[in-house]
């Protein structure tokens, strides 16, 4: 059965460097996107990415982040500069269509922690 | 906002007792619900949704009706497993991209 994956599953990283999460979509699916879930906490919405562009961004989503589909497979998470408050477990998802009712597909996450 | 609020855990139950996991929601409209759960060591899958009033969703013996006067959808089983045992999310997408989720309820089902 197809599946979102995702890597690496955990990584550990200083404050302030950089960190790309990265994402393999399921191959048909037109919409991308990326949630957070900070220990004990709920799960967040911080991206949707349709057309090679991004449709929807939360408020959490400021200039330290950044996504990318470089080569048609890849869907990327940049974080610039991260800080300790990042530390998290970030989860890429994919959906056919961008419709209210259709499902979404999860990867197993990535955790991030910063040290 | 939209919002969604769920009962907070652990739930702790023997096998084939009955599940009731309390889901509300604050949303203008007619919102589609969802509940997503998560085993141990895997992503979110996607367990049942109902997309307007009165729908019944249901899925390996799971159930939630979309209550639109009480702005509910609970999750209930009448028959827990000890494979049932995971976090399960409620959410909601209404006129966004984006779902929203609750806090997460785990389950844990002793033998």
């Known amino acids: 059965e197809p599946e979102v994956t995702q890597t690496p599953s955990h990584q550990v990283t200083q404050m302030g460097q950089e960190v790309i999460l990265r994402c393999v979509p399921i191959?048909?699916?037109?919409?991308f996107y990326w949630y957070r879930q900070i220990l004990g906490q709920k799960v967040e919405f911080l991206v949707s990415?349709?057309?090679?562009?991004?449709?929807?961004k939360s408020e959490i989503f400021d200039d330290q982040f950044s996504v990318e589909r470089p080569d048609g497979s890849n869907f990327t998470l940049k974080i610039r500069s991260t800080k300790l408050e990042d530390s998290a477990m970030y989860f890429c998802?994919?959906?056919?269509?961008?419709?209210?009712?259709?499902?979404?597909?999860f990867g197993e996450g990535s955790r991030l922690t910063v040290l | 906002g939209d919002s969604v609020t769920q009962m907070e855990g652990p739930v702790t139950l023997s096998e084939e007792a009955f599940l009731t996991i309390n889901c509300t929601y604050t949303?203008?409209?007619?919102?589609?619900l969802f509940w997503y759960v998560q085993y141990p060591g895997e992503g979110l899958q996607l367990l049942l949704k109902?997309?307007?009033?009165?729908d019944k969703g249901s899925n390996k013996g799971f159930e939630a009706t979309y209550r639109k006067e009480t702005t509910s959808f609970h999750l209930e089983k009448g028959s827990v497993q000890v494979s049932d045992s995971a976090v399960y999310f409620c959410?909601?997408?209404?006129?966004?991209?984006?779902?929203?989720f609750g806090s997460g309820t785990r389950l844990l089902v002793r033998p």
């Open positions: 949303a203008t409209g007619y919102p589609s």
């Open positions: 998802a994919s959906s056919p269509s961008g419709g209210l009712t259709g499902e979404l597909f």
């Open positions: 191959s048909n699916h037109l919409y």
């Open positions: 990415f349709y057309n090679n562009e991004i449709s929807e």
């Open positions: 109902a997309t307007k009033a009165d």
């Open positions: 959410a909601l997408r209404h006129s966004s991209y984006k779902l929203i």
